[in-house]
DNA sequence: GGCATCCCCGCCCTCTGCTGGTCTGAT
DNA sequence: AATCAGACCAGCAGAGGGCGGGGATGCC
């Protein structure tokens, strides 16, 4: 009998890729999700059965079916098998009347032996049924030690067996279907006889999972049945079976004589002169899936399409690319992987560029672009994207999440490319810059880089004059450089004398030499002062009793000046040739000239000057204490400065 | 029925470039 | 102190590369 030799599927059955299409927590989560339900018994019903019946097809598990031992656990995988009820009968197995899930505890102890492993179950095809029941049984140690056996799936049993009145009502058109008919039956499909050999193929999924902490497995058992059942369907189907047509069955249609054979299919422009490929087409109309994944329960059309995606859960990858280490499902992938990274073969080509495309559904994506076609919406704001991709990314903005987490500062990206600048910017070594072209100028973004060519040294069309003298430039990096020329300029001239200089203000009190005009008096006594600066010190040193004057030592022979960078600097010059300007802290000094050091931008000439206006004209002197700090500071002479 | 091939969709990635807010130094 | 400009930085979108995987069909 055909359930007596169980099949030996190919390899590809047998290896398993990863625990995670195995883990009975994965299979759990698919309770109400379209898997298929779970319900465990207890563990009474297990001691009570026990059975002695045998299925000659298990019997030869251990040895002839497809096990393999991989990280410590036995998978048991079978393929789909033709069983007809006689002949379990014949094997001595009694039908298993399994009542609704909530008499299953009473019910499982009457049935009558066997489910003890290796065993067949089965149960009539009652249409009140429930789709999914679950027993709990025993497992012989011997063959299957509990902690080898994590999970068990047991494959599909399938029966053909003439379909009941009540399901014929609900396959109205069955008698007019080519599609779920059997092979044998190709002759008969041209001229379906109705109620003639009506057979209705029923599929039960029997899973088997090891119960957690016992001995004990549980038995789960699945009534697929591809009648319709337009008010529950199975959720497995639901979710594995895209949503077709159910509407009538494609029928062939001949051609007028004299012309060759052609089958043309009612629902769609198909044709073909093969009556076997036209039979198969049809199938693409139907929701037939009869070959079902033990693994995720998806069910497919073909068992070349069950074999690849079985694959895909083992890891089986038998294109292997002769280039490279790369192995794949299928030789397509292999041919596409090639033209990618080996022969770099472009076969797609757009129209209206110069862009070439491995895959049309790129060059269909690239078009986009010309078109400027956006189908993907979002649907939160205005935004359309050309691509799923985009706009899935898009939707980030709206959610806030944020999928890329720096693992150094823990800082967290929507982007991956956004957290990779990050971590190269903010933690990488070798941190790559980018040197402007045009004035070396180091900027560490490519993108920032092109933003300063952009604000820089771009082109512009009108003429940007200079803030202080009639020259223009079109380049505005050109105009900062000029304008730096004028930095050290004396561009402010009195027009009555020689006098010159770079701020304005200087030039404004200044003129009151020429005007004669004193605006700051003394509150204290009834001197006057042209610059504000002046009045300031008049009162310091005349009206403050607490006032003492500095002097500033020369570090090199304790000399003291009153004026600082003055008369000071003169005498260093001449004291230490050294161009070095020592801090307070090198020299065991004061601190003034680290202060200056600081702001190297002020020159020397700079701060004489403001000196010259703080202390008055270089006549005055300035005596006081030993120490330059009790002086005229830096800070003053800033203070004054920013004045 | 099995295999090879092609087609198609989907997902994820990288590279790129623009934008706007923030920081910082110069004025 | 205020202002301004440039660098820095993250956010975000455009474009394209590469691969996973299912479906359909031609051919043997």
């Known amino acids: 009998m055909a359930a007596a030799e169980a099949p030996v599927p190919s390899g590809h059955f047998t290896q398993i890729k990863e625990q995670k299409s195995l883990k009975p927590g994965d299979l759990e989560e698919e309770k109400g999700e379209g898997g298929v339900q779970r319900v465990e018994a207890q563990e009474e019903a297990v001691e009570e059965a026990e059975a002695e019946d045998s299925c000659l097809q298990l019997d030869a598990l251990p040895q002839e079916l497809p096990s393999r031992v991989e990280s410590d656990r036995r998978i048991l995988t079978l393929q789909t098998v033709h069983l007809a009820s006689q002949d379990l009968h014949l094997q001595g197995l009694g039908w298993l ?53 994590e999970l068990m799936h047991f494959h599909l049993l399938r029966e053909n067996e003439p379909a009941a009145e009540e399901d014929q009502e609900l396959t109205p058109d069955l008698d007019e279907s080519t599609a779920l008919k059997k092979p044998e039956d190709e002759k008969d499909q041209l ?16 899973e088997m999972k090891p119960k957690e902490g016992k001995d004990d497995i549980v038995l789960t058992i699945s009534r697929l049945s591809l009648e319709e059942e337009p008010q529950d369907p199975p959720e497995a189907e639901q979710t594995s079976v895209p949503p077709r047509a159910k509407a009538a069955k494609p029928k062939p249609r001949r051609q007028s004589k004299g012309e060759p054979q052609t089958f043309k299919c009612d629902s769609c422009p198909f044709t073909s002169s093969k009556l076997s490929t036209f039979n198969r087409h049809i199938k693409i109309h139907s929701d037939e899936r009869p070959h079902l994944c033990h693994l995720c329960l998806k069910a497919f059309r073909t068992v070349t399409l069950l074999r690849n995606h079985l694959n895909t859960h083992t890891g089986t990858r038998p294109y292997k690319c002769e280039d490279c280490d790369m192995a794949f499902v299928t030789s397509g992938e292999l041919v596409r992987h090639r033209r ?177 005009e004193k605006p700051f008096s003394c509150p204290a006594c009834d001197k006057h002062f042209r610059q504000k600066q002046l009045l300031t010190v008049h009162l310091r040193k005349q009206h403050d009793p607490s006032f003492v004057s500095s002097v500033h030592l020369c570090p090199k022979c304790d000399k003291g000046f009153s004026r600082w960078m003055s008369n ?76």
């Not at 009652?126 to 497992?139: A, N, Y």
């Not at 001229?191 to 029997?206: H, I, N, S």
Request: charged residues 30%; contains cysteine; proline residues 7%.
């Open 340 to 516: 990618y990274k080996h022969t770099h073969e472009r076969p797609f080509k757009c129209t209206q560029c110069k862009y070439a495309s491995v895959e049309a559904s790129k060059l269909k994506r690239h078009i986009r672009s010309h078109t400027g076609e956006r189908p993907f919406q979002c649907r939160q704001c205005d935004y359309a994207s050309r691509d799923t991709y985009k706009l899935k990314r898009h939707m980030r903005t709206h959610s806030g999440e944020k999928p890329y987490e720096c693992p150094t500062c823990h800082s967290r990206f929507t982007q991956s490319g956004t957290m990779k600048i990050h971590m190269s910017q903010k933690h990488g070594e070798n941190v790559p810059k980018h040197e402007c072209p045009h004035c070396a100028t180091i900027i560490a973004r490519k993108s920032d880089l092109r933003v300063h060519l952009r604000n820089l040294h771009g082109h512009s069309p009108e003429e940007i004059k200079c803030r202080y003298c009639p020259a223009g430039f079109h380049e505005r990096y050109a105009l900062i450089q000029h304008q730096r020329t004028h930095k050290n300029e004396k561009k402010f001239k009195c027009k009555q004398c020689n006098y010159a200089c770079k701020q304005e203000r200087c030039l404004t009190a200044h003129m009151r030499i020429h005007t004669g």
């Open 191 to 206: 001229l379906p006889q109705a109620g003639t050999d009506k057979k209705e193929e029923r599929f039960l999924f029997v």
């Open 97 to 149: 009347g399994v009542p609704h899930s909530e008499e299953l505890l009473e019910s499982v102890p009457q049935a009558e032996g066997l489910l003890q492993l290796p065993s067949v179950l089965w149960f009539d095809p009652e249409p009140q049924l429930s789709l999914q029941h679950c027993v709990t049984v025993s497992i012989p140690e011997e063959l299957y030690p509990p902690e080898e056996l």
């Open 568 to 643: 000071l600097q003169r005498h260093r010059k001449k004291c230490d040739p050294e161009p070095v300007m020592r801090t307070q802290a090198s020299e065991g000094g004061a601190g003034h000239e680290d202060d200056v050091a600081a702001r190297e931008s002020v020159t020397s000439g700079e701060l004489r000057g403001l000196e010259e206006q703080a202390l008055g004209h270089p006549g005055d002197s300035a005596v006081g204490s030993q120490s330059p700090d009790q002086g005229l500071t830096c800070e003053m002479i800033f203070n004054m400065m920013d004045k």
